[in-house]
T-cell receptor, first 113, second 110 residues
Framework: AQSVTQLDSQVPVFEEAPVELRCNYSSSVSVYLFWYVQYPNQGLQLLLK??????LVESINGFEAEFNKSQTSFHLRKPSVHISDTAEYFC???????????FGAGTRLFVKA | SQTIHQWPATLVQPVGSPLSLECTVE??????LYWYRQAAGRGLQLLFYSVGIGQISSEVPQNLSASRPQDRQFILSSKKLLLSDSGFYLCAFSGDYEQYFGPGTRLTVT
């Protein structure tokens, strides 16, 4: 069975500071990994994904995540956050032929001025 | 392009009343469809998924049901709402790998 653990439920950070949101997963098969972002009262939007190939993946708004197979992690990082990055972030895992995506419990990122 | 619609956006219903939430998808055919619920301050809970018309899999036993009368239509229903049914309901469909989510319905049961 697959599972996803997001190690921090809330992360407060000052504007322009770096941030890391941690995600660990458990799976007995090869996985696809995702980060989604949810702004208040909206649906989830895909932020970035790892399917295969380069273990470092990037989003268009400056986030990046690195797939680490040995540590079964997929942490999300941004070197300098903005107020507009305040949102909830979900790590998720899927696999080939699977109908379901397993989501973590979410990490609420709060960027302070 | 692929789009997903949900309605209504918000809903306030008394305990014991029926529920019907609708989700439609455009720009794709035979998608896998999903209903999720988010309770306040909680993560996503998968309620139902469907791989085709009339094919519904239930993940959590409860007083909710789902139906898929058409390829790109997914409906979440209840005959009698409970207070615990309050939450944010999200519909989603699968792309090649990732899921695409609708805007959600905020349901408050009073």
């Amino acid at each position: 069975a697959q599972s996803v653990t997001q190690l921090d439920s809330q992360v407060p950070v000052f504007e322009e500071a770096p941030v890391e949101l941690r995600c660990n997963y458990s799976s007995s098969v090869s996985v696809y990994l995702f980060w989604y972002v949810q702004y208040p009262n909206q649906g989830l939007q895909l932020l970035l994904k790892y399917l295969s190939g380069s273990t470092l993946v990037e989003s268009i708004n400056g986030f990046e995540a690195e797939f680490n197979k040995s540590q079964t992690s997929f942490h999300l990082r941004k070197p300098s956050v903005h107020i507009s990055d305040t949102a909830e972030y979900f790590c998720a895992v899927g696999h080939t032929g699977g109908f379901k995506t397993i989501f973590g419990a979410g990490t609420r990122l709060f960027v302070k001025a | 392009s692929q789009t997903i619609h949900q309605w209504p956006a918000t809903l306030v219903q008394p305990v014991g009343s029926p529920l019907s939430l609708e989700c439609t998808v455009e720009g794709t055919s035979n998608p896998n469809l999903y209903w999720y619920r988010q309770a306040a301050g909680r993560g996503l809970q998968l309620l139902f998924y469907s791989v085709g018309i009339g094919q519904i899999s239930s993940e959590v036993p409860q007083n909710l049901s789902a139906s898929r009368p058409q390829d790109r239509q997914f409906i979440l229903s209840s005959k009698k709402l409970l207070l615990s049914d309050s939450g944010f309901y999200l519909c989603a469909f699968s792309g090649d790998y990732e899921q695409y989510f609708g805007p959600g319905t905020r349901l408050t049961v009073t």
